[in-house]
């Protein structure tokens, strides 16, 4: 009933960047919060940034000053800047929507697929 799908992770130099994209489609009336976390090999699944659909923020404090969250509420798509990546970075990315279907006053959570960023010289 309701998707989010990311893309843009991929293979990046230590140092580099990339930034992924997360589209929600299906039977959505709004989106609440919308939000990134990662999942490292062998660790478990640990918040990386939110954002409301005010915009309000919230980083993980390993990303502080490197990772930029935003949206586009009218494209139901939030984005992930990814700046001055290191080796610890590599994980894969979720995103995450807390969703109020169509005609309801339910809110669901949905997640994606992820998405692997792999930095790495």
């Known amino acids: 009933q309701v998707q989010l799908v990311e893309s843009g992770g991929g293979l990046v130099r230590p140092g580099g960047s990339l930034r992924l994209s997360c589209a929600a489609s299906g039977s959505i009336s709004s989106i609440n919060t919308m939000g990134w976390y990662r999942q490292a090999p062998g660790k478990e699944r640990v918040l990386v940034a939110t954002i409301t659909s005010g915009g309000n923020t919230k980083y993980a404090d390993f990303v502080k000053g490197r990772f930029i969250i935003s949206r586009d509420n009218a494209k139901n798509t939030v984005y992930l800047q990814m700046n001055s990546l290191n080796s610890e970075d590599t994980a894969v990315y979720y995103c995450?929507?807390?969703?109020?279907?169509?005609?309801?006053?339910?809110?669901?959570?949905?997640w994606g697929q992820g998405t692997l960023v792999t930095v790495s010289s």
């Open positions: 995450n929507a807390d969703v109020r279907i169509r005609y309801t006053f339910n809110f669901i959570e949905r």
